[in-house]
């Protein structure tokens, strides 16, 4: 998280990225942002009264030195059955290199964390594993939360969602 502030001179509408940014009476504004690992595209636009705009464009570029995780398997929003044993798979950036073959990493649904592991491999940079979908999820959108722990302690998370359905096929 990043600190913005700055001053505008005369009262006008101001947006970061499209969203308001509110000012205060003297025109000053600060506000938090966060960033996203890699570069961030910041557009500060100011429009008056009168129509009149103007803009600030700034590039800021983060690293991170935790774990970075991205989902390969299975796809945001699949649907599964209740009960169904599922390959989990991620593609992990180290950048650092602090993350020891074979660490478990924790996963969750809907916040409960489940007796399966995922184990990350060095060679292929990839934390997979099998997990088995409880039988009580209730049906629709489920929340899967995963964290990785490097050996100094930085922890990378990645969340998606993953469909239950209940119901039997029906015949016609």
């Not at 025109?27 to 690992?37: R, V, Y």
């Not at 800021?60 to 774990?67: L, M, N, Q, Y």
């Not at 989990?88 to 290199?97: H, M, Q, S, T, Y």
Request: glycine fraction near 8%; charged fraction near 20%.
């Amino acid at each position: 998280e990043i600190s913005v502030s700055g001053q505008i001179e005369e009262m006008a509408r101001l947006t970061l990225n499209g969203q308001a940014i509110t000012t205060e009476a003297n025109g000053s504004f600060h506000f938090g942002l966060t960033l996203s690992p890699g570069k961030n595209l910041l557009i500060l636009a100011a429009t008056d009264e009168a129509g009149n705009s103007s803009q600030l464009t700034k590039t800021v570029t983060f690293f991170s030195d935790r774990p970075q995780l991205s989902l390969l398997k299975p796809k945001t929003g699949e649907w599964f059955k209740p009960g169904s044993t599922c390959l989990i798979e991620l593609a992990v950036k180290d950048p650092l290199g602090r993350i020891e073959d074979e660490s478990e990493a924790d996963i969750r649904l809907n916040g409960q964390i489940l007796a399966d592991k995922l184990i990350y491999d060095q060679p292929t940079g990839k934390l997979s594993g099998f997990i088995t979908l409880p039988e009580d999820l209730p049906e629709g959108q489920n929340k899967v939360s995963v964290s990785l722990r490097d050996a100094v302690g930085q922890t990378g998370k990645i969340e998606w969602w993953v469909n239950l359905d209940h119901l039997p096929p029906v015949l016609t």
